[in-house]
Each structure stands twice: as structure tokens, then as C-alpha cells.
């Protein structure tokens, strides 16, 4: 399967390091599904077919459920005590029992957050999207690699961040350098029934990210960073939401298309 990788080290996350757009930029479509099924707003359901290794779309008669965001709250830490992340208003906060221990960034626009395990080690991070300032690092791009960044310095670019309790204290455990398509909406499941979590996406562009999703894509972890799964042929999607509508206890991937 060819692939298409998202890879950084944890502890580049507080700067904007690239890595060559060969490795992390590279675009590929695996698994092909059938055009848009909606030309008006439509819910739609992509069901894993594990033989083929895609997601198969298939519209729905009723909208569904509405679901809600994960609960923000983590499981007691080692030590004890209450773990708690806030959004509000772009700036994420963590609470420790009742003392704020952390807030993100001022420079960052945090636009959403989960709490899910995404890494496969056991534990719960928060997974956060976030568009920050892009500072570019001449000894990389050019000493380095002699590979010019296609970002203009201080241009809002968007990042996926994954920070959680280790060790006695809240800090990174992995960050990503800016992501080709920016993430509009994530959710987090099993959705192939693998017994793992899925990061599912909504796709823009960094022409209209403010526009309807381009694409639903699913990535998996694989140790040292997110690849592509599958990627769905071009719509306009809004709206994400894993559901369980066929009673086998593996979610379906839940949008409207044509938004």
C-alpha cells in the first residue's frame, strides 16, 4: 500500500522544523470509493470493507444522533489526582484537581480537542488542532536538507498536537510540523474494528480553510507518526461523527457531503 506519512519527533514540537516535502507532503489516494453520492447537503456513512481496505459510502434515511465532543477529562493520574483540559476561545487550559497547570500558547488558535488514545500506549492524550505562526529555521532547510520552505514565515499554518500526563507532569508526546491539509474536524475510533483508534479528518486547503472539507481521510498511528489509511474521493463535507449504526460494535464514519 503506498502511503502517506505525517512524522515528527516529539521534541520538535515547540518549533516549526519541516521535513523535506518529499517525505511528509507527498499526496496519494489508496483505495478508491465512488464519487460524491449528494448534490445537496446529504448525511452519508462510510462503512469499513475489510476486504477491500476501503470505506464504502451509502446515504442515510434519517440524520443521526447527535453525538458530542469526548468528555474532556482524563482518568486520575498515577499520583491520585483529577485531570481536566478546557477549550475556550482558542486557548486550551489543564487543571490538575483545582490548579491550572498549563495553558497553550498565546501565539496558538486552538480549534478543537479531544481526549483519546491515539499513540497505542495505553494511555490517553489530548489531541488538539491547532494554526500557529510559521518560524522557519534557515540550518535545516537550507545547511540541511537545501530544500526552501514552501511557507512564508509568520503565515498561519496547521498542526496536529498530542500532549498527556507522563512522568509526574503534562508535556508533549508528539507534534507535527505543518500538515498539507489542514484539519477542519477530527474524531477518534476504531473504525476498521482492528482494536485500535483511527484518527478520522475533514480536509481543507490553506486556500479556504474556512470553506467545506475536501476530503475524509483516516490516518493510523504506526510508532512514529500518523499514515494515511484511506482517503475519500473529493466532496464538500461538513459535520463528523462516529456511530455505530449497524449493531456490530465498529463504528461507521458519519458526514454530510455536499455542504
Known sequence: MVTKRMNDKPEICASALLLPVALILAACQP???PQSLAAT???????YLDGEKVYAPQRLAQPPTRGSFPET??????????????????????YLDVDQIWTSD???DVRQMLVADLDDDGQDEAAFVVWKPLTLEPSVFYDVFRFESPFVEGSARNHLFLYGWRDGEWRATWCSSPIADPIHMMAAGDVDGDGANELVLLEV???DPDEAARHVAVWRWNGWGFTLQWRSNPGRFCDLLLEDIKGDEVPE??????C
Open 253 to 258: 464514519i458519519l458526514v454530510q457531503d455536499g
Open 205 to 207: 486547503s490553506y486556500d
Open 106 to 108: 498565546p501565539s496558538w
Open 41 to 47: 447537503p446529504q448525511w452519508i456513512a462510510y462503512t
Open 73 to 94: 477529562e482524563f482518568e486520575r493520574t498515577p499520583e491520585g489526582t483529577r485531570l481536566r483540559t478546557v477549550l475556550r476561545d482558542g486557548t486550551l487550559y489543564v
Open 31 to 33: 483505495g478508491a470509493v
